[in-house]
């Protein structure tokens, strides 16, 4: 069953917690009790594919679900017509003890897909299962990723419709192409004048809104969420922590049993928190080490056990991180705290109120323990791409090249030299402006477009060009909205009432 961090909703299945995406009193649902996974268990996932690794995960978290339902779903989600890697989410050795977890083989070349293909589907089942009769309104704030990934997998999906705020001028120009050409009848694509904390709290107020649920409610329209704040979102990205361990145990790399590390770079703190949920259920994690860019609340955070999100925001590199409330570490603080739903709502409240909450020397080194964290500027990420590409010939995209810096410095500062994850969660094609110029190629004459940047790349490289990403220079722009960020209910209520 499923509950929420702040301890005033009721319990819920999984396929209700799914639907409803948020709990009711604010907080995020979480499961009951986190199951385990056996040594047997996790040596019989190296002999099987992404697929049934899936189902071997999904099944001990969504245990309303049957095995045919969940096994549906993940056929569904994750096969050759979605993901241009069979592997699914393939591990590329790149140096010694050092591997990427490549999670961008699927149909936006970001690692949302490896969830959002998965959920759409999980979702329907759920509606079923409910007997849920109303359309459900999937509110989405994007800082370029989770938008695109979460159009691509709803679209045209039966009794859905989604609505995607992304900040105006926040995201990559692929990633603003990818959403504002996207088709589905059932989709919205909005700009909001502001940045992805105004987006993100702008759907939290919609999700808060008793009176507006109340008011949609009437032409049978319910909320839920598309983001990482839904369970279902969360738990399709525990599968790949597992899957990458049981791939490097089958190409020998590590022996079963051996601990990793993985380093993750994360802006909402929900990729870091699936690899909790996995060491947690016993995988063998050493650390997760938490990687961020300018906006480094989250460095601070688990330094220093200070949450101060007044601070200034910055528009880096990796603009899906640009993020300065993390909306999951809610639900690590309250594991952390023994379940503590009245430590949480304490937190809570003072970050609303006061902007910070500090946390107290238990409940820090115990974070500490496990969350090693460092942070990384724009110019070191440009470096670190450009290095990496000489010295191993591996094209990291920016958020990969924060991630592969925290590693390298954290190695170095700790003597730590446990085999080491790199959790890659973008295609370097997604940000070809800013690899291009790192790689010191902006100068070319061929480069006269986007199009031609992202060929350029694929030569510079020696990859293709996603297809979705090519096909874009032929798309038409659908959705050209734009709203102030107080404005967004508003816009909420005129697109449910022309439907
Ligand atoms: N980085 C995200 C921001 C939203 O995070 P989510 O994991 O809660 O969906 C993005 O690219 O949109």
Redesign the pocket.
Known sequence: MYISTRGAAHKLTAAQAITQGIAPDGGLFVPETIPAIDNEALAGFVQLGYQERAVAILRLFLDDYSEKELQNCVAGAYNAEKFSNGAIAPITKVADNLFALELWHGPTS?F?DMALQLLPRLMSCALKKNGESNEIVIL????????KA?LEGFKDVDQTNVMVF?PEDG?SRI?RLQMITQEGSNLKVIAVKGN?DDA?TGVKRIFNDKALAIEIARNNFKFSS????NWG?LVPQIIYYFSAYADLVKNKDITMGAAVNFVVP???F??ILAGYYAKRMGLPINKLICASNSNNVLTDFLTTGIYDRKRQFYKTYS???D?LIS??LERLLYHISDNSAAAVNQWMSELNNMGEYRVDEKHLQAIKEIFPAGYVTDEDTAATISRVFKEHGYALDPHTAVAWQVAETYRLRSGDQTPTIIVSTASPFKFNETVLSALNQTESANITDEFAALRHLAKLINRPVPTALAELEQKTVRHTAVCNKQDMPEVVKQALQTK
């Open positions: 970001a949302k989405v704030a994007t800082s370029g990723d989770t938008g979460a992304y995201v990633q992805f993100q598309a983001n990482s704040i979102r994360t802006g909402n929900g990729n603009p899906s991180m993020i909306s999951n």
